[in-house]
C-alpha cells in the first residue's frame, strides 16, 4: 500500500493555508471518501476526478479511496482542489512516480474530459505556498500568468491532467488540447484617462478633490443635478499616485479571489475605482456569500476609490455597514462557514441632491419637497456616517461661460509632491497619508500652543464638532499644509479645515 501526497492551497478570505492531500487506497469495496470538511463544491470533485482520470487515458484504481485535506479542522471550498485530489489518488494508486508530487502545490478544477480550468484567487493562495516555503507550483495554463506575478514561485502551466501526470511518469498519451482560458474582465474606460478640465467652473469643489486625493480623505458633494458631482468623483482615481508594490500585490489580490482580475495586465497599479448603484445590497457592497464570503465593493476600492451617487437612495443598511472599514481599514465577515477578512482602506465620495427634486438650493424656491421629505431624504446619511466625512461641500450651478479649470496632470503633481512629504513624515510609522493618521499623533506634532486648537475647542464646547470631527479636522490642516509646501499647520490652515468640514449640508 502506497499513500499518494501532495499539496494545495485554501483560502479564507486572502489568507491562504497550505493544505496537505493524501489519498489511501484499501483493498476493500470500490469506493471514494472525501474528508476534511469541504463544502458542496469540493465535495463535488469526487465525481469529476473519477472523469477526468478515465478521460485522460489512466487507470481508475478500483479500490476502496480516502482523500483527507489536513488539517482537517479548517473549512475547505471551491474547485481548486481537484487537480491535488486527482494527483494524489494517482501517486496512491503508483499510476504515477508516488515520491513526484510530494512538496508541489496543484491548483486547478478539472472537466470532464481531462483539461484543466482556471480557479480564482490564484495569487494569494501562490503567494501563501511560497511564503511556507513551498515554491514548487502546477496550475492550469489559463491561470500561469497571475501565478507567475509571485516572486520565487516555481510556475508549471498545464493544460490537462494528463500533461501532468506524464511530467510524473505515467505512461499516458499526451494529446494536444485547446487550454480552457479565462472569460474576459470588463473594465470600464481608464480613470486616469478623465480630465479635471472637463469639468465647468467649480472652483471650490476641484479643491476640495484636490485636497482630498493629497491627504486621502473622505468626501461629501451636495448639489442640484447637472453641477458635476459625478464628474469630479470619477475624476478623482486620476489625481492620485501610482500603487507601491506591496499595494499593488495586496490589491491584485482582492480583484483575484473576486474573479475581477485579468491575469494579462499584469499587478494592478493603479488605484481602482468602484462605484456600485444605489440598489446594491448590503453583501454586494461589503462582501458575503454561502460559504466563505467573498470581497465586495469596499474590498475591490481598497487603496482606491468607492463613490455612492445619489447617497441618500440606498439603502440604509448599506450606509450604516461602511462605517467599520471607514474606521479600522477592514472588513471582518463572519458567517456559519467561516471568518474572512478583507482589507477596505478606500476614499469614500458621497454625492448627493439636496432633496428627493434636487431644486433645494439657495432659497429652495424651485423645491416641490414638503420639509419633511427633506428632512427624511437626507436623514438616511446618518450622523454618525457624516462624522467620519473629512470634507463637505456644497455645489452650486455654474456659469455656461467659465473658462476651464487646471488639467489633471497639474493637479496630480501638486497632490504627488504633498503625498511625498507625507511619506517623509510619517516614515517608520504603519500610516501612509494624513487621513490614515491618528488624532492623538498630530496633536502630539502640533506642540504646547493651544491658541492653534482655540477655534476647535469653541466648536466642540458648541457641539458643532465631536472629538472624532476634531481629529479629521487638523488632518485637513495637515494636507493643507503639505500643499502649500509648508512643515505645519498654522491657524489659518486649522481655520480652513473648520470651514470645510462644518458649512457642508450635513452639518
Same mark, same amino acid.
Given at each position: 500500500?502506497?499513500?499518494?501526497?501532495?499539496?494545495?492551497?485554501?483560502?479564507?478570505?486572502?489568507?491562504?493555508?497550505?493544505?496537505?492531500?493524501?489519498?489511501?487506497?484499501?483493498?476493500?469495496?470500490?469506493?471514494?471518501?472525501?474528508?476534511?470538511?469541504?463544502?458542496?463544491?469540493?465535495?463535488?470533485?469526487?465525481?469529476?476526478?473519477?472523469?477526468?482520470?478515465?478521460?485522460?487515458?489512466?487507470?481508475?484504481?478500483?479500490?476502496?479511496?480516502?482523500?483527507?485535506?489536513?488539517?482537517?479542522?479548517?473549512?475547505?471550498?471551491?474547485?481548486?482542489?481537484?487537480?491535488?485530489?486527482?494527483?494524489?489518488?494517482?501517486?496512491?494508486?503508483?499510476?504515477?512516480?508516488?515520491?513526484?508530487?510530494?512538496?508541489?502545490?496543484?491548483?486547478?478544477?478539472?472537466?470532464?474530459? *481531462?483539461?484543466?480550468?482556471? @480557479? #480564482?484567487? +490564484?495569487? &494569494?493562495?501562490?503567494?501563501?505556498? %511560497? /511564503?511556507?516555503?513551498?515554491? =514548487?507550483?502546477?496550475?492550469?495554463?489559463?491561470?500561469?500568468?497571475?501565478?507567475?506575478?509571485?516572486?520565487?514561485?516555481?510556475?508549471?502551466?498545464?493544460?490537462?491532467?494528463?500533461?501532468?501526470?506524464?511530467?510524473? *511518469?505515467?505512461?499516458?498519451? @499526451? #494529446?494536444? +488540447?485547446? &487550454?480552457?482560458?479565462?472569460?474576459? %474582465? /470588463?473594465?470600464?474606460?481608464? =480613470?486616469?484617462?478623465?480630465?479635471?478640465?472637463?469639468?465647468?467652473?467649480?472652483?471650490?469643489?476641484?479643491?476640495?478633490?484636490?485636497?482630498?486625493?493629497?491627504?486621502?480623505?473622505?468626501?461629501?458633494?451636495?448639489?442640484?443635478?447637472?453641477?458635476?458631482?459625478?464628474?469630479?468623483?470619477?475624476?478623482?482615481?486620476?489625481?492620485?499616485p501610482d500603487l507601491s508594490e506591496a499595494d499593488a500585490v495586496e490589491v491584485t489580490a482582492v480583484h483575484?479571489?473576486?474573479?475581477?482580475?485579468?491575469?494579462?495586465?499584469?499587478?494592478?497599479?493603479?488605484?481602482?475605482?468602484?462605484?456600485?448603484?444605489?440598489?446594491?445590497?448590503?453583501?454586494?457592497?461589503?462582501?458575503?456569500?454561502?460559504?466563505?464570503?467573498?470581497?465586495?465593493?469596499?474590498?475591490?476600492?481598497?487603496?482606491?476609490?468607492?463613490?455612492?451617487?445619489?447617497?441618500?437612495?440606498?439603502s440604509t443598511a448599506v450606509l450604516q455597514t461602511l462605517r467599520q472599514p471607514l474606521e479600522h481599514g477592514?472588513?471582518?465577515?463572519?458567517?456559519?462557514?467561516?471568518?474572512?477578512?478583507?482589507?477596505?482602506?478606500?476614499?469614500?465620495?458621497?454625492?448627493?441632491?439636496?432633496?428627493?427634486?434636487?431644486?433645494?438650493?439657495?432659497?429652495?424656491?424651485?423645491?416641490?419637497?414638503?420639509?419633511?421629505?427633506?428632512?427624511?431624504?437626507?436623514?438616511?446619511?446618518?450622523?454618525?456616517?457624516?462624522?467620519?466625512?473629512?470634507?463637505?461641500?456644497?455645489?452650486?450651478?455654474?456659469?455656461?461661460?467659465?473658462?476651464?479649470?487646471?488639467?489633471?496632470?497639474?493637479?496630480?503633481?501638486?497632490?504627488?509632491?504633498?503625498?511625498?512629504?507625507?511619506?517623509?513624515?510619517?516614515?517608520?510609522?504603519?500610516?501612509?497619508?494624513?487621513?490614515?493618521?491618528?488624532?492623538s499623533w498630530l496633536r502630539g506634532r502640533l506642540g504646547p500652543d493651544r491658541s492653534l486648537v482655540a477655534?476647535?475647542?469653541?466648536?466642540?464646547?458648541?457641539?458643532?464638532?465631536?472629538?472624532?470631527?476634531?481629529?479629521?479636522?487638523?488632518?485637513?490642516?495637515?494636507?493643507?499644509?503639505?500643499?502649500?509646501?509648508?512643515?505645519?499647520?498654522?491657524?489659518?490652515?486649522?481655520?480652513?479645515?473648520?470651514?470645510?468640514?462644518?458649512?457642508?449640508?450635513?452639518?
Amino acid at each position: 500500500m502506497v499513500l499518494g501526497r501532495t499539496l494545495g492551497v485554501a483560502l479564507v478570505g486572502l489568507t491562504g493555508h497550505v493544505v496537505e492531500v493524501e489519498a489511501h487506497l484499501a483493498p476493500s469495496l470500490p469506493a471514494f471518501t472525501l474528508v476534511g470538511l469541504p463544502d458542496a463544491s469540493l465535495a463535488e470533485s469526487r465525481d469529476r476526478v473519477r472523469a477526468a482520470v478515465t478521460s485522460s487515458g489512466l487507470p481508475w484504481p478500483n479500490r476502496r479511496i480516502t482523500v483527507n485535506l489536513s488539517p482537517a479542522t479548517l473549512p475547505k471550498s471551491g474547485s481548486g482542489f481537484d487537480l491535488a485530489i486527482a494527483v494524489a489518488t494517482l501517486a496512491g494508486a503508483e499510476a504515477i512516480d508516488p515520491a513526484g508530487p510530494h512538496g508541489v502545490v496543484h491548483l486547478g478544477e478539472l472537466g470532464l474530459d *481531462g483539461r484543466l480550468r482556471p @480557479v #480564482r484567487g +490564484v495569487l &494569494p493562495a501562490v503567494a501563501a505556498a %511560497v /511564503a511556507a516555503g513551498c515554491r =514548487r507550483v502546477v496550475v492550469a495554463e489559463a491561470n500561469a500568468a497571475e501565478a507567475r506575478l509571485v516572486p520565487g514561485a516555481q510556475v508549471v502551466g498545464a493544460t490537462s491532467l494528463a500533461q501532468v501526470a506524464a511530467r510524473y *511518469g505515467a505512461d499516458v498519451e @499526451v #494529446r494536444d +488540447v485547446d &487550454p480552457v482560458t479565462t472569460e474576459p %474582465v /470588463a473594465r470600464p474606460p481608464g =480613470r486616469s484617462a478623465l480630465d479635471l478640465a472637463d469639468v465647468v467652473g467649480q472652483d471650490e469643489a476641484r479643491g476640495c478633490l484636490e485636497v482630498a486625493a493629497a491627504g486621502g480623505h473622505h468626501l461629501l458633494m451636495v448639489g442640484p443635478p447637472g453641477t458635476g458631482k459625478t464628474m469630479l468623483a470619477a475624476r478623482l482615481p486620476g489625481l492620485l499616485p501610482d500603487l507601491s508594490e506591496a499595494d499593488a500585490v495586496e490589491v491584485t489580490a482582492v480583484h483575484s479571489v473576486a474573479g475581477a482580475f485579468d491575469p494579462g495586465e499584469g499587478l494592478l497599479r493603479r488605484p481602482p475605482f468602484e462605484d456600485p448603484h444605489h440598489t446594491a445590497t448590503p453583501a454586494s457592497v461589503v462582501g458575503g456569500g454561502s460559504g466563505i464570503p467573498r470581497p465586495g465593493a469596499a474590498s475591490r476600492a481598497h487603496r482606491g476609490v468607492l463613490f455612492l451617487d445619489e447617497a441618500p437612495e440606498f439603502s440604509t443598511a448599506v450606509l450604516q455597514t461602511l462605517r467599520q472599514p471607514l474606521e479600522h481599514g477592514e472588513l471582518v465577515l463572519h458567517r456559519a462557514a467561516g471568518t474572512a477578512r478583507y482589507p477596505a482602506r478606500f476614499q469614500l465620495v458621497l454625492a448627493a441632491n439636496p432633496c428627493p427634486c434636487g431644486q433645494a438650493v439657495g432659497k429652495g424656491l424651485a423645491c416641490t419637497c414638503r420639509s419633511e421629505q427633506r428632512r427624511r431624504y437626507f436623514g438616511k446619511l446618518s450622523g454618525p456616517l457624516l462624522d467620519r466625512v473629512d470634507l463637505q461641500v456644497e455645489l452650486g450651478p455654474s456659469r455656461a461661460g467659465a473658462g476651464a479649470g487646471e488639467s489633471s496632470g497639474t493637479v496630480a503633481a501638486r497632490v504627488a509632491a504633498a503625498r511625498q512629504a507625507q511619506s517623509e513624515r510619517l516614515v517608520g510609522t504603519p500610516w501612509r497619508s494624513n487621513g490614515d493618521v491618528p488624532g492623538s499623533w498630530l496633536r502630539g506634532r502640533l506642540g504646547p500652543d493651544r491658541s492653534l486648537v482655540a477655534d476647535l475647542d469653541r466648536a466642540l464646547d458648541r457641539g458643532t464638532l465631536s472629538l472624532r470631527g476634531v481629529d479629521r479636522v487638523l488632518r485637513v490642516a495637515w494636507t493643507l499644509a503639505d500643499l502649500a509646501g509648508r512643515s505645519a499647520p498654522d491657524r489659518a490652515d486649522v481655520g480652513q479645515a473648520l470651514l470645510l468640514r462644518t458649512r457642508g449640508h450635513g452639518a
